[in-house]
């Protein structure tokens, strides 16, 4: 049983920074690709960073510069360093998984995302419930 749990969302002031962590739980196959996502208030989620099999990261162009996603592939953990945080990434934060797994006795296998793909929430298959990140 595949568990996701986001930690290090809060409040901040406009030009502070914020570190979130996800923790992996249950996987059995290392995941190809990680991201993040955010929803925020009357908004359609959208894609904030994606790390694929081969480490190179995609950023939304809203987040480049100021945002870095990096993995601990050792403790399961994925993070998302924001600095110079702004109103506008207020949002709840999920962070996403793409991983092969078991289904029905069945190993169903899922393959790394491409660079143009890991910020669509689409390719994604677990979920985390989210942390609110709050800028004013």
């Known amino acids: 049983h595949v568990q996701l749990v986001e930690s290090g969302g809060g409040s901040v002031q406009a030009g502070g920074s914020l570190k979130l962590s996800c923790l992996a739980s249950?996987?059995?196959?290392?995941?190809?690709?990680m991201g993040w996502f955010r929803q925020a208030p009357g908004k359609e989620r959208e894609g904030v960073a994606g790390i694929g099999g081969n480490g190179v990261p995609s950023y939304a162009d809203s987040v480049k510069g100021r945002f870095t996603i990096s993995e601990d592939k050792d403790k399961n953990i994925l993070h998302l360093q924001m600095n110079n945080l702004k109103s506008e990434d207020t949002a709840i934060y999920y962070c996403?998984?793409?991983?092969?797994?078991?289904?029905?006795?069945?190993?169903?296998?899922?393959?790394?995302?491409?660079?143009?793909?890991?910020?669509?929430?689409?390719?994604?298959?677990?979920w985390g419930q989210g942390t609110q990140v709050t800028v004013s």
């Open positions: 996403a998984i793409r991983s092969t797994y078991r289904a029905d006795g069945k190993t169903v296998v899922l393959g790394p995302l491409d660079a143009d793909e890991l910020l669509g929430e689409e390719w994604y298959n677990f």
């Open positions: 249950g996987l059995i196959y290392e995941p190809p690709s």
